[in-house]
């Protein structure tokens, strides 16, 4: 087994510590797999963490997207009718081999058909460093997080607004890479204001010493900095992809997608845009 099956919880944390030692939130953003296509997913995992990226998760597109918006939700329709598999994006991961820990965002429907252990393993050896699975019940989260902890990898539970605190109590302790913090209800799309998770962000810091990462309509650079006074990491998806679709609708060319994201990133992330 590769070395990397061992290095996933480590490198999560690392990532979150370095951005903390620097004094700033970590930043992780979110695309599509396959979307526009895996070329275009190939040029962001290489070009990502120079953009600014701390992390970065993958979306496996599913028919049926949990929680996430029409943006979203419409990126994973068009990475399915071209044809991205599971397979194809390990084998993807496995060829670029990111310099940032990677993070499958993917629904327990794909998880389960594959199997568990089957998934869990081949995405490690793939080059995954963690998982959230935001539609898994809770016996299946603990399952996940148990055998994901075998190969070294992180599991990411999601705190919503309306977890019950014994539930929050339960599911950090399922924290081996860190905790998804919803900061607002509903699903995934842009908002105009910052969300507040003060309160929230502190009940989880009493339950885990897991960093925390906050999502869901966080889309500014503004949001990012308003959301690191009380949380580790912000994770930027909704955005990201529209600029994405909108480079693409202009000019059909994925490429241009792809510098979209890049510059989009850059600008999230203070550092000078890509050229």
Same mark, same amino acid.
């Given at each position: 087994?590769?070395?990397?099956?061992?290095?996933? %919880?480590?490198r999560?944390?690392?990532?979150?510590?370095?951005?903390?030692e %620097?004094?700033?939130? =970590?930043l992780?953003?979110f695309?599509?797999?396959?979307? !526009?296509?895996?070329?275009? #997913?190939?040029?962001?995992?290489?070009?990502? !963490?120079?953009?600014?990226a701390?992390?970065i998760?993958?979306?496996?597109?599913?028919?049926?997207?949990?929680a996430?918006?029409?943006? +979203? &939700?419409?990126?994973? @329709? %068009?990475?399915l009718?071209?044809? /991205?598999t599971?397979?194809?994006?390990?084998a993807?991961? %496995?060829?670029?081999?990111? #310099?940032?820990? *990677?993070?499958? *965002?993917?629904?327990?429907?794909?998880?389960?058909?594959?199997?568990?252990?089957?998934?869990?393993?081949?995405? $490690?050896? =793939?080059g995954?460093?963690?998982? +959230? $699975?935001?539609?898994a019940? !809770?016996?299946?989260?603990?399952?996940?997080?148990?055998?994901?902890?075998?190969?070294? &990898?992180?599991?990411?539970?999601?705190v919503? !607004?309306?977890?019950?605190?014994?539930?929050?109590?339960r599911?950090?302790g399922?924290?081996?890479?860190?905790?998804?913090?919803?900061?607002?209800?509903?699903? #995934?799309?842009?908002?105009?204001?910052?969300?507040?998770?003060?309160?929230?962000?502190?009940?989880?810091?009493?339950?885990?010493?897991?960093?925390?990462?906050?999502?869901?309509?966080?889309?500014?650079?503004? @949001?990012?900095?308003?959301?690191?006074?009380? =949380?580790?990491?912000?994770?930027?998806?909704?955005?990201?992809?529209? $600029?994405?679709?909108?480079? @693409?609708?202009?000019?059909?060319? &994925?490429?241009?997608? /792809?510098? =979209?994201?890049?510059?989009?990133?850059? @600008?999230?992330?203070?550092?000078? /845009?890509? /050229?």
């Amino acid at each position: 087994m590769s070395t990397t099956a061992f290095t996933g %919880q480590s490198r999560i944390r690392s990532a979150f510590q370095t951005a903390k030692e %620097q004094g700033r939130c =970590a930043l992780l953003p979110f695309i599509t797999g396959g979307y !526009p296509s895996l070329e275009a #997913t190939e040029q962001l995992l290489r070009d990502l !963490p120079q953009a600014g990226a701390d992390l970065i998760e993958i979306g496996f597109p599913f028919s049926d997207p949990i929680a996430d918006g029409p943006i +979203i &939700a419409e990126s994973m @329709h %068009q990475a399915l009718l071209s044809g /991205t598999t599971p397979d194809a994006l390990f084998a993807l991961v %496995q060829k670029v081999r990111p #310099t940032v820990p *990677m993070l499958a *965002m993917v629904s327990f429907s794909i998880v389960g058909r594959m199997g568990i252990d089957r998934f869990l393993q081949r995405a $490690v050896e =793939a080059g995954f460093c963690g998982f +959230i $699975v935001p539609d898994a019940d !809770p016996t299946a989260a603990e399952e996940i997080a148990r055998k994901a902890a075998t190969l070294g &990898a992180g599991f990411c539970p999601l705190v919503s !607004p309306t977890t019950t605190h014994e539930r929050l109590s339960r599911l950090a302790g399922l924290a081996t890479g860190f905790v998804y913090l919803l900061a607002r209800a509903g699903v #995934t799309g842009e908002r105009n204001d910052a969300p507040e998770i003060a309160d929230r962000a502190r009940m989880v810091r009493a339950a885990t010493d897991a960093p925390i990462a906050a999502g869901f309509g966080i889309s500014t650079a503004a @949001h990012i900095k308003a959301v690191g006074e009380h =949380a580790d990491g912000a994770i930027v998806g909704s955005a990201i992809v529209r $600029v994405m679709t909108e480079a @693409h609708q202009r000019t059909q060319s &994925a490429s241009d997608a /792809t510098n =979209a994201a890049i510059d989009f990133v850059c @600008h999230l992330s203070r550092k000078p /845009t890509a /050229t």
